[in-house]
T-cell receptor, first 112, second 111 residues
Framework: DGGITQSPKYLFRKEGQNVTLSCEQN?????MYWYRQDPGQGLRLIYY???????QKGDIAEGYSVSREKKESFPLTVTSAQKNPTAFYLC???????????FGPGTRLTVL | EDQVTQSPEALRLQEGESSSLNCSYT??????LFWYRQDPGKGPEFLFT???AGEEKEKERLKATLTKKESFLHITAPKPEDSATYLC????????????FGKGTRLSVIA
C-alpha cells in the first residue's frame, strides 16, 4: 500500500539533546512538508521541500533542520536550540503542481 | 498575509442533529480551499478541495461549499463516528505558497 510513514510514534528525549524524526513516502510525490501541532492550535509549517536537494523555511523554522537527499525521505532534526520542542509533529507530501497534501500518522515528541 | 478562521471552536451535537462548520478566509487570490478530518493522535485525513465560489462537494454525510469569503462544511444527520476535529486550509496564488491552516473545529456527536 502507498502511504507516508513516520517513526517513531512516540519519542522521549532529555533537554539539550538533538533528535531526528523520520518521514518516508512511497507515493512518488515530489513535495514534502513538516508541520508542528500544539494542543488547540492549527498546523504550523516548519520546513518544506518541493524537489530533492532543495528546501525552504516555513513559519517556525528556528531550532529545526532538514535534509532532502532522496525523493522518498525528508527527516527533521529538532535541535537543542528549539526552546519548546514538545509537540505533535506531522509530515505530509503532495504531487508536483497539486495542492492536496497527504499526511503521515505523526510523531509525538516529549522533551523531559 | 493569508489567514483562516474556523468557528465554532467546539460543537456538540446529538446523533441526527444536522449542523454546519464555518471557515472564513482572507487570501490574495485563492488557489484552493481544503478540508481535512483529524482523529485524536492521528494525522489529518484529506476530505475535499474547493477551487471557486459556488463549488460544492459531497462525501457521505458531509457537504462542503465555497463562497468568496468563506466555506461551510455541512454535516447531515451525523453519527458518533463523525466525531473528530475538522481542519480548513487555504492556498493562495502568491508565489509558491504552502497551505495555511485554521485551528479547527472539534466536533462531538453524542448517541
Amino acid at each position: 500500500d502507498g502511504g507516508i510513514t513516520q517513526s517513531p510514534k512516540y519519542l522521549f528525549r532529555k533537554e539539550g539533546q538533538n533528535v531526528t524524526l523520520s518521514c518516508e513516502q512511497n507515493l512518488n510525490h515530489d513535495a514534502m512538508y513538516w508541520y508542528r501541532q500544539d494542543p488547540g492550535q492549527g498546523l504550523r509549517l516548519i520546513y518544506y521541500s518541493q524537489i530533492v536537494n532543495d528546501f525552504q523555511k516555513g513559519d517556525i523554522a528556528e531550532g529545526y533542520s532538514v535534509s532532502r537527499e532522496k525523493k522518498e525521505s525528508f527527516p527533521l532534526t529538532v535541535t537543542s536550540a528549539q526552546k519548546n520542542p514538545t509537540a505533535f509533529y506531522l509530515c505530509a507530501s503532495s504531487r508536483r503542481g497539486e495542492s492536496e497534501q497527504f499526511f503521515g500518522p505523526g510523531t509525538r515528541l516529549t522533551v523531559l | 498575509e493569508d489567514q483562516v478562521t474556523q468557528s465554532p471552536e467546539a460543537l456538540r451535537l446529538q446523533e441526527g442533529e444536522s449542523s454546519s462548520l464555518n471557515c472564513s478566509y482572507t487570501v490574495s487570490g485563492l488557489r484552493g480551499l481544503f478540508w481535512y478530518r483529524q482523529d485524536p493522535g492521528k494525522g489529518p485525513e484529506f476530505l475535499f478541495t474547493l477551487y471557486s465560489a459556488g463549488e460544492e462537494k459531497e462525501k457521505e454525510r458531509l457537504k462542503a461549499t465555497l463562497t468568496k469569503k468563506e466555506s461551510f462544511l455541512h454535516i447531515t444527520a451525523p453519527k458518533p463516528e463523525d466525531s473528530a476535529t475538522y481542519l480548513c486550509a487555504v492556498q493562495g496564488y502568491s508565489g509558491n505558497t504552502p497551505l495555511v491552516f485554521g485551528k479547527g473545529t472539534r466536533l462531538s456527536v453524542i448517541a
